[in-house]
């Protein structure tokens, strides 16, 4: 009988982790494929085989690495992230559920849980959810006093774009983006010369100051990533050659020991 450990060398092994993402890969092409007309009516028995056959490879993987981890399975994130994700695939695509097809190519989102270079971007970005928060609260502080300010200033003037609060934030998200600004400004000049400052001030603060500090929260997050990843590298490092070092003393006691007592028999004869 395999044993669980023997199931988890398997699930675990270099070649095995390979092979998985070979085939989400071989996976995204079909589902790629199956987006065209033609390629559907030349090759589509062909293209809803490889995708079957894909999807039954998934569900063995995640069954084996159940079987081999036991209840170790739902402690990791990425494990239930996995499951989710061919959760969704094997539920039925006809009928109501049939807008659930789309979502197969959720699949590959399972090359993040499989790359370990993804899955530190990923946690560094997760890392900097808390920090993303309080810089979305500043921005969204920053966007509606702007959009009142713009309501009240250029309302009259282009209704079109500042004509009651909502439109006025639609068009200053816009201009945030840095999308046709210009043409709005130019438009508002015409009436009102000084219009440039509002727009000015409101760019350095929106787009060059608060979101400069989105990159930085998310490379600051990525960067505590990284180091960690390397203290846990040094840590797994120093107790490898902690063991190696203990194996090697206790070898030199061990053959201290046989040279004592040879030196002891060699004495008594």
């Keep these: 009988m395999i044993t669980r450990e023997a199931i988890r060398v398997l699930v675990t092994h270099r070649r095995f982790q390979q092979f998985i993402i070979a085939v989400i890969l071989l996976n995204a092409v ?13 090759f589509g028995t062909v293209l809803t085989f490889l995708d079957r056959a894909a999807l039954a490879i998934f569900v063995i993987e995640l069954t084996l690495r159940l079987y081999g981890f036991g209840w170790r399975f739902f402690r ?3 494990n239930v992230f996995d499951l ?3 959760g969704i695939a094997v539920v039925p695509t006809s009928g109501p559920f049939s807008v659930l097809r789309a979502m197969r190519v959720l699949r590959m989102l399972r090359l993040i849980s499989m790359v370990p270079a993804m899955r530190r971007v990923v946690s560094g970005l997760l890392r900097s959810v808390p920090g993303l928060l309080s810089i979305m609260a500043l921005l969204a502080l920053v966007l509606y006093v702007a959009g009142v ?3 009240k ?8 774009n500042f004509g009651d609060l909502g439109t006025s934030l639609f068009t200053l998200f816009q201009v945030m983006t840095g999308e046709a600004w210009p043409d709005i400004a130019r438009e508002l000049m015409k009436e009102q010369p000084m219009a440039w400052i509002f727009f000015v001030v409101y ?12 990159i930085a929260v998310v490379v600051g997050g990525m960067e505590n990533e990284m180091t960690e990843d390397v203290l846990e590298a040094e840590e797994k490092n120093a107790a490898a050659q902690a063991a190696s070092d203990q194996l090697l003393l206790t070898e030199i006691r061990a053959l201290r020991e046989e040279v004592t007592a040879m030196r002891a028999l060699a004495e008594k004869r």
């Design 30 to 42: 079909t589902l790629g494929l199956e987006t065209s007309r033609a390629m559907v009516g030349q």
């Design 76 to 78: 990791d994130p990425w």
């Design 84 to 86: 989710i994700i061919i």
């Design 149 to 151: 300010m713009a309501t």
């Design 153 to 160: 200033m250029f309302g009259s003037i282009q209704p079109e």
């Design 203 to 214: 760019i350095l603060v929106s787009s060059f100051a608060v979101l400069n500090l989105f």
